[in-house]
């Protein structure tokens, strides 16, 4: 009897580790041809002040039209691509997307910013810093235009040569979001070493922010003001937490309060609807 359904319990496993394998590999090859066939679309979220409140950027997130699956969201791909290797060249075409759109929308007369999600593996060669420079030149993107956010949790190995890329980025504005902000385990000398200059707090705390403040977030705040690194809170939900935030010093936010992600065209509405800060000024 117990033997019997030991066996079961194996064979529920195998046949979930089967699918498993078979769901990753299936993604790995559909990867492949979802970025020679333009499957991939970016999402524009606002981040905005939380004084005044104005638009000042917005962050891409990826969607994938998946010919079969319909839309995927990037929990169920991006993890797969950061193991198979994938993310490299998924990262430099979003990249490149997101490029194209400042291009688009500062013919029609919108001059914002945009940060891009990358993996932090992207942190260990200079050709990064190339293939930037080209994109700034490429689609002759204002100083500031493009930068970057990478988790926290995405360890960088050689912080000698990460410094020196995201210092090889400074001439254009490029700023290094550290995305996650107090989920991942990095130590605070990383923090102090690499020359980062945003810090971006975790949904997580945010959502704890209802009718009190948290600790942690206090102590994020006024790591943030030592090291002179801007925030913005993630997960902005409701208008208490909001205000809380607001009253804490934190000066930017990112949530559904405001603006879920967008489509391209929808950003554009959203962006002239709203008060927003112009790039140019
Ligand atoms: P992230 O960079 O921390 O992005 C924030 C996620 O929270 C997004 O999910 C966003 O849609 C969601 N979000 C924002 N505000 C709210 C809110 O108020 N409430 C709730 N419930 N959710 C909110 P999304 O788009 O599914 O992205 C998930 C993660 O996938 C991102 O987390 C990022 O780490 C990764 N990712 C997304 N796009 C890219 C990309 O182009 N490249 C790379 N390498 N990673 C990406
Ligand atoms: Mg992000
Ligand atoms: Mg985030
Ligand atoms: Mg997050």
Redesign the pocket.
Known sequence: EAKSSGRGQIRYFNNAMRKKLKRQADIENDLQHGIKNQEFELYY?PIFSLNDPKVVSF????RWHHPSNGLV???EF?PVAEQTGQ?MEL?LH?LRLAAKQLYAWHCQGMRTRIT????SRHFASLDFVKYIHQLYDDYDLTAGALSL?I?ESGLIENLNLATKIIKGLEPLGVRLYL??FGTGYSALGYLHQLPIHVLKID?SFVDQLTNRSNPLVDAILSLARSLELDVVA????NPKQWALLKRKGCQYG????VS??LAKDDAYRFYHDYQHEDLMV
Do not use: F
Not at 254 to 257: F, I, R, T
């Open positions: 979220q962050e891409a997130l990826v969201p990037p929990s991006i993310i990262d979003l891009v999600n990358v993996s956010e988790t995305d996650d949904k993630e997960g902005i939900e990112q949530g559904y309060l879920k992600p």
